[in-house]
């Protein structure tokens, strides 16, 4: 069973830190785009940064400058690096791995990121 688990959400003051973890047990993990989104409170899901297994990223424009993803292909970890956050930056956090060579595609559960003094 597929599982994508995410991590390291919490509250945090405006300008702070926070790094997301996800964790993806899909195989090959080389074969996999990985995506986080976030959903604001009472908004639509949104993209915030996606990764290709050769290290392209790309990211919304709300989060350039901010927000770094970057890819641990031995521990099949993704990782969002949050920095200056701001209270817009307030959702949940949820990581997806979509197959480039099959349809399969793979939602976590989601992690909460609060910024708020």
């Known amino acids: 069973q597929v599982e994508l688990v995410e991590s390291g959400g919490g509250l945090v003051q405006p300008g702070g830190s926070l790094r997301l973890s996800c964790v993806a047990d899909?195989?090959?993990?080389?074969?996999?785009?990985i995506y986080w989104h976030r959903q604001p409170p009472g908004k639509e899901r949104e993209m915030v940064a996606v990764?290709?297994?050769?290290?392209?990223?790309n990211y919304a424009d709300s989060v350039k400058g901010r927000f770094t993803i970057s890819r641990d292909h031995v521990n099949h970890v993704v990782y969002l690096q949050m920095n200056s956050l701001k209270p817009e930056d307030t959702a949940i956090y949820y990581c997806?791995?979509?197959?480039?060579?099959?349809?399969?595609?793979?939602w976590g559960t989601g992690t909460q990121v609060t910024v708020s003094s």
């Open positions: 997806n791995a979509r197959s480039m060579r099959t349809s399969n595609e793979y």
């Open positions: 990764i290709t297994d050769g290290g392209i990223t």
């Open positions: 899909v195989r090959p993990f080389a074969d996999y785009i």
